[in-house]
């Protein structure tokens, strides 16, 4: 209670320097967490169109079930496939009607016979897909591809620049934050520097002496966090409808986002809180250990 109490008196006294300092980890960890939403994010969207078939083949209406099945077995033999899904013309209908059940016109125009056969194939990485190509450019009664290569390239280099580019502004943005408690609790050291001869001359310890400006470096961290996970976390319930309008298909961000009062939902987000609250007591505890061990020359 004494440390706190202390803690508490330091930031009353230099409420500007106090302010800034939140300030300061308030935009690093906004930023750094919307770019890591926005990572997983994307990490949710590519895992599940990867798992998706990534290549159609559609058969002539000449080729044979045994053709079909032929194919299957080579795609199978290279060891590069995850699942291979042969569709016949009956199963063709069947999702057909399903898809279209409640527009009886167009049920009425279709029939099994005017519907290809297909195999519906995904491989185990995107970067195969090319391997898997060349096997079914070699097979009899193929009559159209329809290869999802450029899809899955695309999600991939757009989860690659959102890492690299999140990665690199929230290292910046931890160096400032770090910078920024270090200039501040210096000043606050060199302040009281007498007060803390004193201290020295009558006995106290250089942890304790130090331990006040760690714990109010660690608690600026873990205000600016926790005032940057309220504003994240108003900003998704508000902006709920449309993300799940846009990424409602993929089902573990509807799983989570379907319903903010769900226990996944609240677990999640007090998960993000402790995450952010906890770097931003190491990042603000590490920025005044610098400081103290800097100016107060502890060996």
């Known amino acids: 209670m004494n440390i706190l109490s202390t803690v508490g008196k330091h930031i009353r006294r230099s409420p500007y320097q106090s302010f800034a300092a939140i300030l300061t980890m308030f935009v690093t960890f906004l930023l750094t967490g919307v770019f890591f939403l926005a990572t997983l994010s994307s990490i949710f969207i590519l895992q599940y169109f990867e798992s998706k078939p990534q290549i159609t083949v559609f058969f002539s209406d000449k080729a044979t079930r045994e053709e079909a099945l032929s194919l299957q077995k080579s795609l199978e033999a290279t060891g590069k496939t995850t699942t291979i899904t042969y569709v016949s013309k009956d199963d063709a209908l069947a999702l057909y009607k399903e898809q279209n059940k409640n527009d009886p016109l167009l049920l009425e125009m279709v029939t099994a016979d005017i519907l290809p056969a297909s195999l519906e194939v995904s491989a185990k990485e995107p970067k195969l897909l090319q391997d898997l190509e060349q096997v079914i450019g070699t097979a009899n009664g193929v009559e159209e591809v329809i290869y999802q290569k450029d899809v899955v390239n695309s999600l991939i280099a757009w989860t690659n620049a959102i890492r690299l580019i999140g990665g690199g502004l929230a290292l910046l943005l931890a160096v400032d934050s770090l910078l920024v408690i270090m200039t501040i609790i210096s000043m606050k050291i060199a302040l009281k520097r007498e007060e803390m001869e004193i201290l020295k ?25 926790t005032l940057a996970w309220f504003t994240i976390t108003i900003v998704v319930l508000w902006i709920q409808p449309m993300l799940l309008t846009f990424l409602g298909i993929i089902p573990s961000i509807n799983a989570l986002l379907a319903d903010p009062s769900s226990t996944l939902f609240i677990l999640s987000i007090a998960g993000f809180l402790g995450l952010l609250s906890l770097t931003g007591f190491f990042l603000g505890a590490i920025g005044s250990l610098v400081a103290t061990g800097r100016y107060l020359k502890l060996e």
């Open 201 to 225: 001359l009558v006995g106290a310890s250089l942890w304790y002496i130090r331990m006040p400006f760690i714990i109010e470096g660690g608690l600026y961290g873990v205000i600016g966090a």
